[in-house]
């Protein structure tokens, strides 16, 4: 069969991945000249099952209402006039509830610990080297009451499989030397010895030229205009460059899932949910930390890659808007400095934000579209280097029509 995959983002590549390992014809489109060059672009890295809880909880509705006079929050809010904000909003508000919270975060867990299998298998099968560590994250908290609720909020994840470990300063800096001249500026924190961190974007780079190398097409730097459709068909791709004609298609373009799924009659509730990052080389001299983690009292994110170190942060509610300024990396850049001066090469920064493909319940969108040879494989937020290679198994296993080995159930698209 053939079949066209919309979106070159890490999604959109490990489906095509999926999909030729399954015996497909499969020709991938992108409107950039490489793949993984918008969210995929520089994310935090972080592969993260002990890390996984529900954005959607009752504290997120009262950190939101103090981001309303706050701006130097690492969860901020932009007024928006925009209507589809406003629905999504709500929707995301009815997923706050504590029960909501906890079945969403059982699910995350759930599918995480099923991707990351599916992506140690990919990196096994095609030897992609990604800057991958896989000795565990440490998830740290500056007073030890936060640590202890923190461990007690951990119980869900622990009952769902994922190991957790609560570790002194001492500990931590055993597991870490970066720790060992910082240990009275933290509490303590969790150890998730399953957590891994690597560069998504080398990844999905790397990915995509072995499926290009296993007979996909690759059409980047084509846009994606609109749809052709016949009865419960999707026709063809109409896009800057022509008309692209397949026996089926894969809808991964990230947050544009949600507008060009409109024109296929879908109502895909994705909304934009920026953050931002700094991306420092390593050069000898400095000490950057060697597991990722988060510092969760100023919730900035690490990882590194080895040659490379990144640290991100914010979660911003502004729309449609990829621009970042100076400002932007204020707090994150001075509780940074306070745990890892020595980070990185500070001469050579490199900054960027993006916008994760936020649902409100914060789990992917996948399954059929209103169309029967369309399938949908996006809303993946926070998660999509996580999860991307188990969704993309899960889509290719449904297109195929077989039974997947992770159960989708509820996560459909809905039509409009
Ligand atoms: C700051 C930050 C930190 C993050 N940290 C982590 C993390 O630690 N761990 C984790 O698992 N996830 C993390 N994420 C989330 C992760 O990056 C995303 O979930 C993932 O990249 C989404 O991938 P995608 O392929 O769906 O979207 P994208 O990477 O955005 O890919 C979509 C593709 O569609 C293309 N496209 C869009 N519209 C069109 C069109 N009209 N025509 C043609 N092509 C089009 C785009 O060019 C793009 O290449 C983070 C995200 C951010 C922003």
Request: charged content about 25%; glycine content about 10%; hydrophobic content about 40%.
């Amino acid at each position: 069969m053939k079949v066209a995959v919309l979106g070159a983002g890490v999604v959109g590549v490990t489906t095509a991945w999926e999909l030729l390992r399954d015996g497909h014809e499969v020709v991938v489109v992108d409107r950039r000249p490489e793949p993984a060059s918008e969210t995929s672009y520089a994310n935090a890295g972080m592969i993260a099952p002990g890390h996984a809880y529900a954005w959607s909880s009752p504290k997120a509705l009262k950190t939101l209402l103090k981001a309303l006079t706050r701006d130097d929050l690492a969860l901020r809010f932009r007024f928006q006039t925009d209507f589809g904000f406003w629905r999504w909003a709500v929707r995301f508000a009815l997923q706050c509830t504590s029960e909501k919270a906890a079945a969403n975060t059982r699910r995350k867990v759930g599918l995480s610990l099923y991707a990351q299998e599916r992506l140690r298998g990919v990196l096994a099968e095609t030897g992609i080297r990604c800057g991958m560590r896989s000795e565990g994250a440490l998830y740290l908290y500056r007073d030890p009451a936060g640590l202890a609720a923190a461990d007690e909020k951990a119980k869900i994840l622990r009952e769902a499989g994922v190991e957790v470990r609560r570790v002194s300063p001492e500990e931590a800096a055993a597991l870490d030397p970066v720790y060992e001249g910082v240990k009275d500026r933290f509490a303590g924190a969790l150890y998730a010895p399953g957590d891994e961190s690597g560069d998504a974007r080398l990844f999905t780079r790397e990915l995509a030229r072995r499926c290009a190398e296993r007979g996909a097409e690759l059409r980047l730097g084509e846009t994606i205009l609109d749809f052709r459709t016949a009865g419960d068909r999707v026709e063809s791709v109409l896009t800057d460059k022509g008309e692209l004609r397949a026996d089926a298609f894969v809808l991964a373009l990230g947050c544009y899932s949600a507008p060009l799924g409109r024109k296929l009659g879908l109502d895909l509730p994705i909304w934009p949910v920026k953050g931002y990052s700094v991306t420092l080389p390593i050069a000898g001299s400095n000490n950057p930390p060697r597991l990722p983690g988060v510092d969760e009292d100023n919730l900035f994110a690490f990882a590194n890659y080895g040659d490379r170190v990144r640290l991100t942060a914010v979660a911003e509610l502004g729309g449609w808007d990829w621009s970042h300024r100076p400002e932007d990396f204020a707090p994150m850049l001075k509780a940074v400095h306070e745990l890892f001066p020595q980070a990185g090469d500070w001469s050579r920064p490199e900054y960027w934000a993006g916008l994760r493909p936020m649902t409100p319940n914060n789990l992917p969108i996948l399954g059929r579209g209103r169309q029967r040879n369309l399938w949908v494989d996006t809303g993946h937020g926070h998660m999509g280097w996580t999860w991307a290679c188990g969704t993309a198994r899960i889509v290719a296993d449904l297109l195929a029509g077989r039974r997947p080995e992770w159960d989708p159930v509820g996560l459909e698209p809905k039509a409009a």
